[in-house]
T-cell receptor, first 113, second 112 residues
């Protein structure tokens, strides 16, 4: 079974600091995609960044970057220069084929002024 | 582009009742997936519709059923509601076999 584990239920940092959210996953597949989604209080799930498993280069999107370690099945998200608007629940998710997304339990991130 | 829209945004039902939730996918998308998100948890996959057929299903009882219309919009029906069905129900749309899914703002269902 495919599973996604986020070991940090909550994290809190000061504005402008860098924060790293952890995620591990389990799959026997070799071709898949990994995502980080952000869910603010408005509830809408917003895609932050995606990583194709066949690509060795880590994905980056402005202040957001990932550290993808395929052998270790690890997929962490780094947020640089954190902003108050980054406060939200963050979910790591896995998909293989045009199938279902498998989500982790989430990490509640608070950015303090 | 209106994105994925869901209705209603909030709903309160009584145990034993039936409920229908609606989803309109993002323009150009033909695949709709439904997820249940209990409070403080990650979303759990309910089922996915493509070409008006249920393409795959998660571990949910038959009380959960769905439909997709020719215009790709979708409904989620839940019969014989239980208190444990209280959750945020998220709809996500995508195109064909593409992996990226876009989510709606969800419907908050409370069963009392």
């Amino acid at each position: 079974a495919q599973t996604v584990t986020q070991s940090q239920p909550e994290m809190s940092v000061q504005e402008a600091e860098t924060v790293t959210l952890s995620c591990t996953y389990d799959t026997s597949e070799s071709n898949y995609y990994l995502f980080w989604y952000k869910q603010p209080p408005s509830r809408q799930m917003i895609l932050v960044i995606r990583q194709e498993a066949y690509k060795q280069q880590n994905a980056t999107e402005n202040r957001f970057s990932v550290n993808f370690q395929k052998a270790a099945k690890s997929f962490s998200l780094k947020i640089s220069d954190s902003q108050l608007g980054d406060t939200a629940m963050y979910f790591c998710a896995f998909i293989q084929g045009a199938q279902k997304l498998v989500f982790g339990q989430g990490t509640r991130l608070t950015i303090n002024p | 582009d209106a994105g994925v829209t869901q209705s209603p945004t909030h709903l309160i039902k009584t145990r034993g009742q039936q409920v229908t939730l609606r989803c309109s996918p993002k323009s150009g998308h033909d695949t709709v997936s439904w997820y249940q998100q209990a409070l403080g948890q990650g979303p759990q996959f309910i089922f996915q519709y493509y070409e008006e057929e249920e393409r795959q299903r998660g571990n949910f009882p038959d009380r959960f059923s769905g439909h997709q219309f020719p215009n790709y919009s979708s409904e989620l029906n839940v019969n014989a509601l239980l208190l444990g069905d209280s959750a945020l129900y998220l709809c996500a749309s995508s195109f064909g076999d593409r992996f990226e899914a876009f989510f709606g703002q969800g419907t908050r269902l409370t069963v009392v």
